[in-house]
């Protein structure tokens, strides 16, 4: 392994002369994609309406290692040898952290991202929304057998009303919801428009009401009955069970059971819509460093030092998942993957799990090595929008990294 090792002032000092002035052309139509979203994705707060996932400075884990951690790495990538900082370039990321055996030993910047930045996570919100779930389970609050429609009424008539939340949590749910970005009548992209996250021509005749008004016009495909199919819908759906359940806002729902008893650095924020909405799905925005965290809490099987958070049985649950024998999506010969709330196991025998956004956004779990893999792009679409840009590329880069560090 060949590693570059500076000071952290070094890393922080360089780190803070990124572009930080508003580059022009930003508007509701254009954030998303590049490539704008690479300033508009650590700058979130400046183009869309949030609020705070509040950490407590009181309760602030340090991370061992952070003030010595590598500046590049050696790694092998398609049977050649590149620097890491090369690799990322080529590849859109705008940041990596890699813990190992708990402590940091590789934290890379590129673009507009810096240590003390937010970057949206997307779709990684997935998973950070789970283990909010997990906690709440775990004190009685919510019970996983129960219906939607049992706790938020007026989603009865749709496809979730009847589903049990443990189907929810699998994404195995009733709905309909369609999961196409480059379509603009799919309902992930109508659903970007009804909450106003997306603007301009593909929102055109598209009213911005809010999820509150937007998720219960959801249909049903009873197709669909115990069979994964990804849909973002699901998981706003799950947050809004666990405010009806416990009478909260989600977001203080993740500070109080996540973001301070993890320890978090900072505080991290997530979008709000227009009826006031938190978009659990989607929509968290944290540092880079805050999702490392999120990667140990998991690999420690939920627990801080002597205080579980997750209880140890939810996550060994996921860790242990024998994988889907319905599974359609692609997938590595020999594998047996699986979605288990909302983690996705990547099925290879050694409990390997990745909480996954579009635009590549990462978070690595690896018990049989003990790593965690943390990892924030800006790809100029949501599947890649580039040659050799994407998520195959991304998996490649990160088990490239594994190797080069264990």
Same mark, same amino acid.
């Given at each position: ?275 006031? $909405?938190?978009?659990?799905? /989607?929509?968290? %925005?944290? *540092?880079? @460093?805050?999702?490392?965290?999120? =990667? #140990?809490?998991?690999?420690?099987r939920g627990a801080v030092g002597d205080?579980?958070?997750?209880p140890a049985a939810w996550m060994d ?24 709330? $909302?983690?996705?196991?990547? /099925?290879?025998? %050694?409990? *390997?799990? @990745?909480?996954?956004?579009?635009? =590549? #956004? ?45």
């Amino acid at each position: 392994m060949k590693i570059w090792v500076m000071a952290a002032a070094l890393c922080v000092s360089t780190s803070l002369n990124a572009q930080d002035n508003r580059p022009e052309g930003v508007t509701g139509a254009t954030w998303q994609f590049g490539p704008l979203n690479r300033w508009a994705y650590t700058h979130l707060r400046e183009v869309l309406p949030t609020k705070d996932i509040a950490n407590d400075y009181r309760t602030v884990q340090p991370i061992e290692g952070i003030g010595n951690v590598a500046s590049d790495l050696v790694i092998t990538l398609s049977g050649k040898e590149i620097n890491l900082s090369t690799a990322m370039k080529g590849a859109f990321v705008d940041g990596i952290l890699v813990l190992k055996d708990g402590r940091a030993v590789v934290e890379i910047y590129d673009g507009t991202l810096t240590p003390e930045r937010t970057h949206l996570l997307w779709s990684v919100s997935k998973t950070i929304t789970g283990l909010t779930a997990a906690s709440l389970e775990a004190d009685g609050l919510i019970d996983l057998s129960k219906t939607v429609a049992d706790y938020v009424p007026e989603l009865s008539q749709t496809g979730w009303g009847d589903n049990s939340l443990r189907a929810l949590l699998d994404m195995r749910d009733t709905s309909d919801w369609n999961e196409d970005y480059a379509a603009a009548d799919s309902t992930v992209r109508r659903q970007d428009c009804a909450d106003g996250l997306l603007t301009g021509p593909m929102c055109a005749g598209e009213p911005v009401v809010g999820n509150y008004v937007f998720l219960p016009t959801v249909g049903r495909d009873d197709s669909r009955k115990d069979t994964f199919v990804y849909k973002s819908g699901t998981t706003d759906v799950i947050a809004w069970v666990l405010e009806a359940a416990t009478g909260q806002r989600f977001a203080d729902l993740v500070s109080e059971r996540i973001w301070k008893p993890m320890g978090a650095e900072r505080s991290a924020a997530i979008t709000v819509d227009v009826g006031g $909405f938190t978009l659990a799905s /989607g929509g968290m %925005m944290a *540092t880079l @460093r805050d999702i490392a965290r999120v =990667g #140990q809490l998991m690999l420690d099987r939920g627990a801080v030092g002597d205080t579980q958070i997750v209880p140890a049985a939810w996550m060994d649950d996921i860790f242990n998942h024998p994988g889907d024998p319905s599974w359609s999506a692609p997938s590595s010969p020999g594998s047996k993957p699986y979605y288990r709330s $909302f983690v996705w196991g990547v /099925g290879d025998g %050694m409990g *390997t799990v @990745r909480a996954n956004g579009v635009h =590549g #956004q990462f978070i690595d779990v690896s018990p049989s090595t003990n790593t965690v893999v943390a990892v924030f792009s800006s790809w100029p679409d949501a599947d890649g929008g580039q040659e050799g840009v994407g998520f195959d590329q991304s998996v490649a880069l990160i088990e490239a990294v594994k190797t080069a560090v264990n």
